[in-house]
């Protein structure tokens, strides 16, 4: 029998942005060949096919390259949408990509000051302002999410939808620089809903660990849609 070629795709299991694309891969059951990446050690073959140097990066079986998590995913729902994942309960789109945006905007630039800052060193780091005001303002930001998680289980209905995938790796990321501060916040819904994506299946099955591959290897056979995962 001859195997089927599958599209490619390099990822970095702790990027939220391969995260994002991960996720929409196993919801649209899009299985691809997984190359983990080491940043520091990115394969010749990732740079000649996007020379950007950055992950995710899905290379299609017609060789057409998608070096945005944002465009991967949306190549991943074109193809098979079965949860519906494009067409939330509350679809205004605007709103969707209003609030995609301050997540990868001026959310993750607080984020990685407040995350990446001096640790021994807090109030002399590159732009002069202490971590924790960076911290504060990202949680500012996430206030939204609070309003919305008030009137349903999801952000824009009860039904997972693109804006929960596109956003919840960089929240996990900023819970995770300091777990204790984040669950003493009063957030109790925007903490549900982040628990419930990072417990649930499709998560989970994101986030197993690979070697990193080697040239002239084959790469994981990924999603693993065999019945007993189903
Ligand atoms: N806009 C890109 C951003 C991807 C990105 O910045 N990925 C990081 C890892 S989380 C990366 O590859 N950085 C390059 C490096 O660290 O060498 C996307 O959405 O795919």
Request: glycine share 4%; hydrophobic share 40%.
């Amino acid at each position: 029998m001859t195997e089927r070629k599958l599209p490619i795709l390099y990822s970095f299991r702790r990027c939220p942005y391969a995260m994002r694309a991960r996720m929409a891969l196993v919801l649209s059951q899009q299985q691809c060949e997984l190359r983990e990446v080491v940043l520091r050690n990115k394969p010749a073959e990732m740079l000649a096919a996007s020379p950007k140097a950055t992950v995710p990066v899905l290379i299609d079986t017609d060789g057409v390259v998608h070096d945005e998590s944002f465009d991967i995913m949306l190549w991943a729902f074109a193809r098979n949408d079965p949860h519906e994942i494009l067409s939330p309960q509350l679809s205004d789109r605007g709103q969707i990509q209003l609030l995609i945006a301050s997540i990868e905007g001026p959310f993750k630039k607080h984020l990685d000051r407040y995350k990446y800052a001096p640790r021994d060193n807090k109030e002399n780091n590159a732009d002069g302002i202490d971590p924790v005001a960076h911290r504060d303002a990202a949680m500012d930001i996430l206030s939204e999410f609070e309003t919305r998680l008030a009137q349903h289980t999801f952000l824009f209905g009860e039904k997972l939808s693109l804006a929960d995938i596109a956003t919840a790796p960089f929240v996990r990321q900023f819970r995770n620089t300091d777990a204790d501060w984040f669950a003493a916040q009063p957030y109790p819904r925007l903490q549900q809903w982040l628990t419930h994506i990072l417990d649930g299946a499709v998560f989970q099955a994101c986030m197993e660990k690979y070697a990193p591959w080697q040239s002239g290897e084959a790469g994981i056979t990924f999603p693993d849609i065999s019945p007993a995962n189903r």
